[in-house]
């Protein structure tokens, strides 16, 4: 008799460890420190990228004349402002998303930033022109990969490098 109360006084408390265990598990989720992947941004990033590389190996090659004036890329610029901030509304849009928001934001300044260094004269100065276009291609290259990298590192769940 008492090696039966014992079997089931085990048995119980196997069953209570069992549940214990079942509903911890259960009750698990995965707990998300910043946003999802998204294609959406992935794709927008990717194709600014493209706009931008596009646009100053443009104005590169026209350098040292009148065709490298802003004027003559204002329309340029007006797509680019809307390019960023369609990517900036999606990225906002997203919970958890504080850190390709910020990333965003900067990009939208560099972008800023440029456009009005273009208004001070890429058509003056050849060789000074070509290395500041060549530091700033180098340095939206920078900013696009590090959105990119963010975005990549959100699909396969790894961590991102800071």
Not at 62 to 83: N, P
Not at 118 to 125: I, S
Request: glycine letters at 4%; aromatic letters at 6%; proline letters at 1%.
């Amino acid at each position: 008799m008492k090696m039966q109360q014992r079997n089931l006084a085990r048995y119980r408390a196997f069953m209570w460890v069992l549940l214990i265990l079942s509903l911890a598990v259960s009750g698990c989720t995965n707990i998300r420190l910043i946003a999802d992947y998204d294609e959406t941004t992935d794709k927008a990033v990717t194709e600014l990228q493209r706009k931008i590389s596009t646009f100053l190996i443009d104005v590169e090659s026209k350098l040292g004349t009148s065709e490298a004036g802003h004027d003559k890329y204002a329309e340029t610029y007006k797509e680019l402002r809307v390019d960023i901030g369609a990517i900036e509304l999606r990225v906002n849009a997203l919970p958890k998303n504080k850190i390709t928001q910020d990333q965003v934001e900067s990009l939208k300044a560099n972008i800023i930033l440029l456009e009005s260094l273009h208004k001070t004269g890429f058509a003056n100065g050849i060789d000074n022109q070509k290395t500041i276009l060549s530091s700033v291609q180098k340095d939206f290259d920078v900013a696009l990969a590090a959105i990119l990298k963010l975005e990549l590192a959100k699909r396969r769940g790894d961590e991102p490098q800071e």
